[in-house]
């Protein structure tokens, strides 16, 4: 049987931003590592991606968004408020708005977060580049209880980060990043916490240490994430191993337009379960058509499902576990 192994970030500096000690959120992370090893789903995902945006403001090289051709269109606040609300009765614990593009481009974003809040959603984050947190957005993402932001940079000096963030500019995001602690320890709040995360491109390997000293005292968390490249969707296929993606027994994904995803990679929709309004996010857990991909996974068969026989991250993982 396929053992399920979830290794892609390392924290390398600060404390890690998903550890908390209130006891609903301490039983949510304990699921979260022993649903894919136990094969228990639940009646609900533990966690949602939920994608405000497919549109992106940079052209980052390793970046499917930046290669893919797939129509670009904003989240409608009927389905955000439709997803949130099914999300808030079966008790959510986490939901990142996030998928293939950037979330601050969406100017509803903040009244997302609030609305996420309410519903009792205990933690509510999002990835950016930051190029957009500017003070008056700051200040609306704090009013709106936002829980942590995990902020994509490459690297510590200005060539590395604007060769690979085509499009932004080094001094504005640091200066985006400075504002954000600056403003909350004048507010005297401690969320959102911050992780800066890189992906470890070439010119980073061996100088981690230096990318954290650099960001240390600007955020909590320091981390790394393995590189691996989607550039226009390379195909790993055949590729036959007793590695399972965890993922598809703790989260699932949601695009802009309201389709219902089995998970974060399947960024070409090949494994649609319907919009939302026409199934719910529950149904599409628990069908039957879910539990064949498990099935799969755990048979040491996924290289049978399309999207996962071409899938960056499950490559990515079994290279790593064959010492590669």
Known sequence: MAKAV?????????????????????DYRKKWNEWPETGQYGDFPLHLDVEPTNACN?????????????????????????ILDEAGKKELNSLKFTFRGEPLLHNDLARMVSYAKNAGIQDVYFNTNALRLDEPTIRDLLNSGLDRISVSFEGYTKEIYEKYRVGSTFETVVHNLELLKSIKEELG????????????????????????????????????????????NPDHRGIHSDWACPMLWQ?????????????????????????????????AWTSARQNEFRNLHRECNAHMIQR??????????IRKLQGN
């Open 251 to 283: 989260r699932m994904t949601i695009t802009w337009d309201g389709k219902i995803l089995p998970c974060i990679h399947d960024i070409f929709e090949w494994d649609s379960f319907g919009k939302i309004g026409d199934i719910s996010i529950a149904d």
């Open 189 to 232: 709040l401690k969320s959102p916490l911050v992780r800066i995360q890189t992906v470890l491109v070439p010119e980073l390997e061996g100088k981690e240490n230096e990318y954290a000293a650099f960001w240390a005292s600007k955020v909590d968390e320091v981390a790394y994430l393995d590189m691996k490249s989607e550039a226009g």
């Open 6 to 26: 979830d290794s892609i970030l390392h924290t390398i500096a600060g404390h890690s931003v998903v550890q908390r000690e209130d006891a609903r959120y301490k």
């Open 308 to 317: 996962c026989d071409r899938c960056p991250y499950r490559e990515s993982e």
């Open 58 to 82: 940079l052209r980052c090289p390793f970046c499917a968004t930046t290669y893919n051709k797939y129509a670009k269109g904003f989240m409608e606040e009927k389905i955000w408020k439709r």
